[in-house]
Every structure is written in C-alpha cells, then in structure tokens.
C-alpha cells in the first residue's frame, strides 16, 4: 500500500506562482511514475505532468513552459512548480502513483485546491 498526501494549494492571483507537494508513505520502492493530475468543475480529471523513476518528465501542452514536475527520491517527495498561473489553471490537483510494471495509476492523494483570481 501506498500513502499520497498533498499540500501547497491555495488561492493566488493570475501570473503568481505556487509549489505543490506530495509526500508518499508506505511501499515506496515500488512506485515507479507519479503524476499530477487535476479536475476543474464539470470536467474530467486530466493529466497535468509526470514523472518516471529516472526523473524523465512529461507535460499537458498547456502547462508546457509555466510548471516543472521533480521529484525527490530521499524525502520521498514530488513537487510541482507553478509558475505565470492562469484562470484556467484552477483546479483540485491530486497526486498519483503508478507502481512498477503497472499500466493504471493505483494511489490516489485526497487533492488539493488551486484557485487562480483574474
């Protein structure tokens, strides 16, 4: 099992920055990929960036340039960096971890709220 917690949300206002966080507990050595993905009102959850085992990244086309996804092993810990937020960017975020060998994100964290003021 594996345990997802978030933090760093929160409300800013249009071009601000925030950082999210996401520590994982448990059987950690079995996670390969984590994720960010986020769920705006009345639409579906999508992906926002990953980030595999090697630290190879990948990025929605719309996020591409403003955020950075990293990862740190020792704290067990993944980060995502917002920078030049938008409207659009609100959100609930939730971290996701893919274990080894699997296809479908497994663990989910609770979420946490971007809210992005114009």
């Known amino acids: 099992q594996v345990q997802l917690v978030e933090s760093g949300g929160g409300l800013v206002q249009a071009g601000g920055s925030l950082r999210l966080s996401c520590a994982a507990s448990g059987s950690i050595f079995s996670i390969g990929t984590m994720g960010w993905y986020r769920q705006a009102p009345g639409e579906q959850r999508g992906m926002v960036a990953t980030?595999?085992?090697?630290?190879?990244?990948n990025y929605a086309d719309s996020v591409k340039g403003r955020f950075t996804i990293s990862r740190d092993n020792a704290k067990n810990t993944v980060y995502l960096q917002m920078n030049s937020l938008k409207p659009e960017d609100t959100a609930v975020y939730y971290c996701?971890?893919?274990?080894?060998?699997?296809?479908?994100?497994?663990?989910w964290g609770q979420g946490t709220q971007v809210t992005v003021s114009s």
């Open positions: 996701a971890a893919r274990l080894y060998g699997r296809i479908e994100y497994e663990y």
């Open positions: 980030v595999r085992s090697d630290g190879s990244t």
